[in-house]
C-alpha cells in the first residue's frame, strides 16, 4: 500500500464526496422526489412525532452506494463484547460518521457530514464544507458552531482538555479553527501539517480523544460554567464533584458510551448504554444523513445489541448458538478456529477473511525510563535486550500458540511497506540459549540464587514484571506463558501481571510500569506513516508508551527527560513526517526512522500475523468478503455499516 495515493491532489480534494456521487446523479434526483423511510419511522410520522423523512434529510443527502445489492429494512446486529473497558469495539463498528472518512480501499478521503473539503497547497489550512440542513438525532440543526463550540469551549478549556491533541498541533502551537457561516469550518495551521486528513479520518478523532464532530452546543452548553452560570450547582445536585466531572461523563471517548441521551450523528442512538446490565444496544437515527440510491433512509438495520461477556468462551458459545451476527474481536482467535469451523451449520454463519496489516503478534515494550534507576539502566542496555530477544523460542511459541501460522518477526514492517528492512525484521530472531545466557554474563549478571535465577543489580532476583491485557487477546497471556519458561532457563524470572487494558494505559501515562504487551502496529503504511509509535519512543495514548520522558520532552509536556542524540534525530525525522504534505518526503523520513529502530532495538517482537477471520450470520449481506483489520481507522466502519441488512 503505497504513500502516494493516501495524500489526494487539491483537486480531489475540493471535490471530496461530489465525484464518487457524480454517478449517481439521475438515481439522487428521483429521490428527492419520494424519499423513502424504515416501517417504523414512518409509523410515528404518522402519529405525529417526527416530521417527513424528506424534512428530517438534508438538502444534499450522502448517497451510499452498497457494497453488494439494494437492502431491506429490518433486524437486529448482534455481537458481543469483553468486560467492561470493551469500548473499541463500538468505536470500531458503529461510530464512524466524522467530516471526513476514508474510502472503501482506505487509499483515499470521502466527505461524510461535510459534502466537499480543501486543503492549501502548503497544508496550513483545510476548509470543510457542510452539507445542508444536517441534523442531530434528536432534530436539532448540526452546524459549524457545534464544532466551533468543541474548539472554544472544550478544546480550550484546560480543564477539560488539559492538552490539545497532537494531530491538532505543529512546532509552533495549536491549530485556530474558525466558522465563517453555518456551513464552513477552517482549520489553520502555522505550519503544515501534513497528517492532519489521515487523522481527521482516524481513530485520533474518533477513539482516542472524543470526536471533535461530537459536541452538540444545544444540548452540552447548558452543563458547561461558560454557558450556564448555574451548571457547577446543578452537577453537583446531580451527585458529580461539579460540572467539570459532569461534562466530561457525558463526552468521554468511554464514557459517553455509558450515558444515554446524547445527540449524534450517527446511524443509531444508544438506548442501552455500557453499563453493568451487560447490553449496549441502539435503535435507527430518524435524522440520519444518508440514502441509497434508492432514495432509502439509510441504515437499513433497526439497531444493534452487543451483549457484555466475562470470557471468550461465552463468545463461542453465543456464536454456535446462531446469536451473533458479525463480529470478529476476541472472538475469532486461532484457538477457537476450529470449534467454530466445525458449527458453521449449527450456528448459521460462515467466516470472511480479516487480513492482518500488523507487523506482530505481540510486542514486549520494555520501559526504557523506568523508575528505578538500575532497572532503568538494565532496560537501556541494547545487550540486555538482545539477550532477553536470543533468549525466546519464537518457533515454539508459532508451532504452540499460533499454530504453526506466521514466522520469526521483530519490531518492523511488513513486506511491501516503505519502511520495510529485512535485516531490522530478522534481527536477533535467532534462539540461541548458549549466546544468551553468554551475554547476560559478559554483562555481570553471572550470580545465581538458589532456585538458578541470575541476581539483578540491586542484589535481588532478576525478574522482569510484564503487564498484559486480561480483557483482551488472550493468546498473549499464553505467549508470556511460554516465554516465562524459556526465560527461567537463562536465569531471568518473567512474572506475568494481567490487568485490564484502563488500568495498563493509566500505568503507563504515569510512568509506573516495568513491561507490557500490545499489538505491533505499523505494519504496513496507512499504520506505519500515521503512528510510528512502534519504532520511536513517542505515544501519548499508553498503549505504546515505552519512554514516556522522552515522549514527554517531544511533546512538550512534563513531567519529561531529554533524550539521547540518536532519539533526537528520530523525533526530528517524525517532525518531517507531521509537517510535510509531500509523500515522498514522509516516506523517506520513515526508512530512516525504521533504521534508527532497528540500530537501537527498542523493544521486542515475537512473529508476524498471520492472516484472520470473522464470524458472519448467513441471514447478514452487504458485508464484504474481506475486511482489513487497519489499527489506525475503524476498519468495520469504513466499510458502511450503515447499508449492511439482513436477509428475509
Not at 500488523?358 to 535486550?385: G, Y
Not at 525478574?463 to 516465554?483: G, K, M, N, Q
Not at 496507512?526 to 501519548?540: E, K, T
Not at 522522552?550 to 533526537?568: D, M, R, V
Amino acid at each position: 500500500m503505497g504513500l502516494i495515493r493516501m495524500t489526494p491532489s487539491r483537486r480531489s480534494l475540493l471535490l471530496g464526496s461530489a465525484a464518487a456521487i457524480a454517478l449517481l446523479v439521475p438515481h439522487i434526483a428521483a429521490a428527492q422526489e419520494a424519499y423513502k423511510e424504515a416501517p417504523a419511522l414512518a409509523a410515528r410520522v404518522a402519529k405525529g412525532e417526527l416530521p417527513p423523512v424528506a424534512k428530517r434529510l438534508p438538502t444534499n443527502p450522502q448517497v451510499i452506494k452498497p457494497n453488494k445489492e439494494i437492502g431491506r429494512y429490518g433486524g437486529t446486529w448482534r455481537a458481543t463484547m469483553l468486560g467492561a473497558s470493551d469500548h473499541w469495539w463500538l468505536i470500531k463498528t458503529i461510530a464512524y460518521d466524522g467530516l471526513i472518512r476514508y474510502d472503501l480501499d482506505t487509499k483515499g478521503y470521502v466527505g461524510n457530514l461535510a459534502e466537499s473539503f480543501e486543503a492549501s497547497p502548503d497544508g496550513k489550512e483545510f476548509t470543510f464544507k457542510l452539507r445542508d440542513g444536517l441534523k442531530w438525532s434528536d432534530g436539532q440543526p448540526f452546524t459549524s458552531a457545534d464544532i466551533q463550540f468543541w474548539f472554544d469551549s472544550v478544546a480550550k478549556n484546560s480543564q477539560l482538555t488539559p492538552s490539545l491533541p497532537s494531530w491538532l498541533r505543529t512546532a509552533s502551537g495549536p491549530v485556530e479553527i474558525t466558522s465563517p457561516d453555518a456551513r464552513t469550518v477552517k482549520f489553520v495551521f502555522k505550519e503544515p501539517n501534513g497528517l492532519f486528513l489521515r487523522n481527521l479520518a482516524s481513530n485520533s478523532n474518533i477513539g482516542d480523544n472524543p470526536p471533535i464532530e461530537g459536541f452538540p452546543k444545544h444540548f452540552l452548553a447548558k452543563l458547561h460554567a461558560d454557558h450556564n452560570p448555574n451548571a457547577d450547582a446543578e452537577a453537583k445536585a446531580a451527585g458529580f464533584s461539579g460540572w467539570v466531572e459532569r461534562f466530561t461523563t457525558v463526552t468521554g471517548p468511554l464514557s459517553r458510551w455509558r450515558f444515554t441521551g446524547l445527540p449524534t450523528m450517527q446511524a443509531w442512538v444508544l438506548t442501552a448504554p455500557y453499563d453493568d446490565k451487560r447490553r449496549v444496544a441502539a435503535e435507527r437515527n430518524p435524522y440520519y444523513h444518508k440514502v441509497d440510491p434508492n432514495g432509502q433512509q439509510l441504515p437499513y438495520l433497526d439497531g444493534y445489541d452487543f451483549r457484555v461477556v466475562d470470557d471468550a468462551e461465552a463468545m463461542v458459545l453465543r456464536a454456535t448458538a446462531g446469536e451473533i451476527d458479525l463480529q470478529d474481536r476476541t472472538l475469532a482467535s486461532l484457538r477457537n478456529k476450529s470449534v467454530l469451523f466445525d458449527n458453521q451449520e449449527k450456528g448459521k454463519y460462515h467466516f470472511f477473511e480479516v487480513p492482518q496489516p500488523h507487523h506482530n503478534t505481540m510486542v514486549l515494550f520494555l520501559n526504557h525510563n523506568h523508575a528505578n534507576p538500575q532497572k532503568r539502566a538494565l532496560i537501556q542496555n541494547k545487550d540486555f535486550r538482545i539477550a532477553l530477544s536470543h533468549a525466546i523460542n519464537r518457533k515454539e511459541i508459532i508451532d504452540l500458540v499460533y499454530y504453526g501460522q506466521g514466522e520469526p518477526w521483530q519490531v518492523a514492517p511488513r513486506k511491501g511497506s516503505v519502511g520495510y528492512d529485512e535485516k531490522v525484521a530478522k534481527q536477533y530472531t535467532e534462539y540461541d540459549k548458549a549466546k544468551a545466557n553468554k551475554i547476560l554474563d559478559e554483562l555481570k549478571l553471572d550470580k545465581r540464587d538458589s532456585a538458578g535465577f541470575r541476581i539483578g543489580p540491586d542484589g535481588s532476583r532478576l525478574s522482569i514484571i510484564v503487564e498484559a491485557p486480561s480483557d483482551f487477546r488472550p493468546d498473549w497471556i499464553d505467549v508470556l506463558e511460554t516465554v516465562k519458561k524459556h526465560w527461567k532457563e537463562v536465569g531471568v524470572d518473567l512474572q506475568i501481571r494481567p490487568l485490564g487494558r484502563a488500568l495498563i494505559r493509566n500505568r503507563a501515562l504515569a510512568n509506573e510500569h516495568e513491561a507490557f504487551v500490545f499489538l505491533g502496529n505499523g505494519g504496513e503504511d496507512i499504520d506505519l506513516v500515521m503512528h510510528p509509535d512502534n519504532f520511536l519512543p513517542y505515544d501519548q495514548t499508553g498503549y505504546r508508551t515505552f519512554a514516556l520522558l522522552w515522549s514527554n520532552w517531544f511533546a512538550g509536556k512534563q513531567p519529561s527527560e531529554e533524550p539521547p542524540e540518536n532519539i533526537k534525530r528520530a523525533f526530528e525525522l517524525y517532525r518531517k513526517v507531521q509537517s510535510s504534505p509531500d509523500p515522498k518526503v514522509q516516506g523517506e523520513a520513515i526508512k530512516e526512522i525504521v533504521k534508527i529502530s532497528g540500530d537501537e532495538f527498542f523493544n521486542i517482537g515475537i512473529s508476524l500475523a498471520p492472516p484472520g477471520y470473522g464470524l458472519i450470520a448467513n441471514s447478514m449481506r452487504n458485508v464484504p468478503d474481506s475486511i482489513t483489520d487497519i489499527g489506525t481507522i475503524p476498519y468495520i466502519g469504513v466499510v458502511k455499516p450503515e447499508q449492511f441488512f439482513k436477509a428475509q
